[in-house]
């Protein structure tokens, strides 16, 4: 019988048509003759899914079901397909925990937890897997004096919301005078704003997920943007170059590839995951920047580049990270 899965789209942030992107290329690579696909649209408003005709039926929050004319519709597994709160910050995932619907992401903890940048650089920090740059955080509503921060760390530095993605928000400061602009700008996306030293070098990011209990880690990407850093434009509207897999030497490979599984088994990731890393220029060690729980999925997007580099198609990934969330379900 086939498996009835909830593609889970939308989200409360500026992230929200990008999830509908990924959604579209998740469903289209989920193997019909395996698995009922049905999208579910969240936004804070409502939570819906969109019959053939257009009629908007509501999920019942009780069970997450529902109510067809054909009959109740209760889900075998969510695919969470959301960027952003709620998706990609644990608030759906500890919901799916307590009405016991297993779903396709890290669970509420770990979602958490790396999508708080500075909480995620502190923790893997204190595992001593990879270098983390030096970072001061600020709250909205605490007292910052512009003039210590200048004397934690040196100049040029990034400006970033701590709880986005996409790149909403940041900016690249090198100079005092920019410095509280790119702080108002990050306040905007987010009440706390995470200012980090710039690390020059190349960036690196790969692809990692766990089948069976086995870690496996996707061919990296190259990042090369022709604007000042990986902006939204250069994620989302083509403003970059993306070299997969990434010409780089065999060590550097094999060194990426074992930081990328051990932050993944330490922080106890599951799905696939995204790592964006920084080969330091002048030391040539990688330094670690984020982990994106939910990596953006449209067609062109890095993690679809990088399996297809494999010599997988997307059905089959998708259809095993699937049958992973059973095997773990039927194993409790």
């Not at 990924?22 to 408003?45: C, G, H, M, P, Q």
């Not at 039926?57 to 397909?81: M, P």
């Not at 990609?88 to 396709?104: A, C, N, T, V, W």
């Not at 595992?127 to 100049?155: C, D, Q, T, W």
Request: negative net charge.
């Amino acid at each position: 019988m086939k498996k009835k899965i909830a593609l889970v789209a939308g989200g409360y942030s500026g992230e929200y048509v990008i999830s509908l992107g990924t959604a579209v290329t998740i469903e289209k690579n989920l193997d019909a003759s395996r698995f009922d696909v049905y999208k579910i649209i969240i936004d804070r408003k409502e939570w819906y899914y969109e019959t053939a005709s257009g009629q908007k039926v509501q999920i019942d929050k009780n069970d997450f079901s529902l109510n067809l004319e054909s009959g109740k519709v209760t889900f075998d597994a969510a695919f969470i397909a959301i960027h952003g709160s709620p998706g990609e910050d644990g608030r759906l995932q500890g919901y799916f925990d307590m009405i016991g619907l297993p779903y396709s992401t890290c669970n509420s903890i770990v979602s958490a937890l790396t999508f708080n940048k500075s909480f995620c650089n502190k923790v893997l920090k204190d595992f001593h897997v990879v270098n983390i740059a030096n970072s001061v955080v600020l709250y909205r509503h605490v007292p910052y004096s512009l003039g210590a921060i200048m004397e934690s760390l040196k100049l040029p530095v990034f400006v970033k919301p701590n709880e986005s993605g996409s790149s909403l928000g940041v900016s690249k400061v090198t100079s005092p005078e920019q410095l509280m602009g790119a702080i108002e700008k990050s306040f905007a996306e987010d009440n706390q704003v995470l200012i980090e030293e710039f690390i020059e070098g190349r960036e690196l990011t790969i692809g990692v997920y766990a089948i069976n209990g086995k870690i496996h880690t996707l061919p990296p990407t190259e990042i090369i943007s022709k604007n000042e850093f990986f902006d939204y434009e250069a994620k989302y509207q083509g403003a970059s170059n993306e070299i997969t897999p990434a010409q780089i030497p065999e060590d550097l490979l094999s060194q990426l590839n074992r930081k990328a599984e051990n932050i993944y088994l330490h922080l106890n990731c599951k799905g696939v995951v995204r790592m964006d890393f920084i080969l330091n220029k002048h030391s040539n060690e990688l330094y670690f920047l984020e982990v994106n729980t939910m990596p953006g999925q449209s067609e062109n997007s890095i993690v679809p580049q990088q399996v297809r580099a494999t010599g997988m198609n997307l059905m089959d990934f998708y259809g095993r990270l699937l049958d992973e969330v059973f095997r773990v379900k039927g194993s409790r």
